[in-house]
């Protein structure tokens, strides 16, 4: 590790900012030129729990893009692919620990997303493997239904993965016309007559399904129990495959919740 002045000295302010991708750079850019490492950093929305005192960041989109354009050009493109996914991941204070990675690469330069062994490096490297693993796992286990045309479904990830959802379902149903609903960030992915959008939506209620659905729904789970092997029978391995907190949006074990 380099014995190089740290770019911010900590102190006791905490950032507030709007919990935007723009607005968390935005944050980068007043710790980076005023050298001070805040206490936290916390979206506008978030309650107060902190008894230091609040700094509001403005959001100002010049700023953002002169960080963001400062990522790649001076720590490298691995290191903005990071920082962007890890943005949309659920770990705890995930802004504060961004801001220290990003401060680590503008100093060490684009060997940082590779300093394995370094806490503020590593920290970010789970985050995403934790996000990119319940993407991987979402794609299997979402569970569309048919209303009146439109394929829709309820997933609640602990991650925002919802971006990392578009361009496999895009192409698995380019014809169609689909909804996936983030239960947990209250947002929506739409694809309709071939565009994408990802809107907030604070809830959703689905209208009473046909009775050809309710005719699939009821084949499926038949087939879900039918080529079951009683005798072999391991909710233990189950859950390893299939982790419980994804049984509330599967027709086939919700009922089992």
Partial sequence: MSGRKALAEPSDFVYQYDGSLAGFYCCVFKSVYSGELPFAIVPEDEPQQYLQPLRTIETEPDKAER??????????RRALELVETVFLSCLEQKELSILRFLLLGYREGAKTANMLGHPDVDRLLNAE???????????????????????????????????????????????????????????????????????PMLSIDFP??????????????KFYNTIAIESRTNPKCRMGHMPKRYWENMLEVQDLV
């Fill in 129 to 199: 493997r934790h996000l990119l693993g319940e993407r991987h796992l979402l794609l299997g286990f979402i569970r569309f239904s048919d209303y009146d045309g439109v394929l829709a479904a309820t997933i609640s990830p602990k991650n925002f993965v919802l971006p990392y959802l578009v361009n496999h379902f895009t192409a698995r149903f380019p014809e169609e016309d689909f909804l996936i609903y983030d239960k947990t960030h209250r947002a929506a992915l739409i694809f309709r007559s071939g565009k994408v959008e990802i809107v």
């Fill in 208 to 221: 009473t399904v046909s009775q050809t659905e309710a005719g699939y729904r009821t084949l499926w789970k």
């Fill in 67 to 76: 960080v963001r354009n400062s990522i790649p050009k001076k720590i490298s």
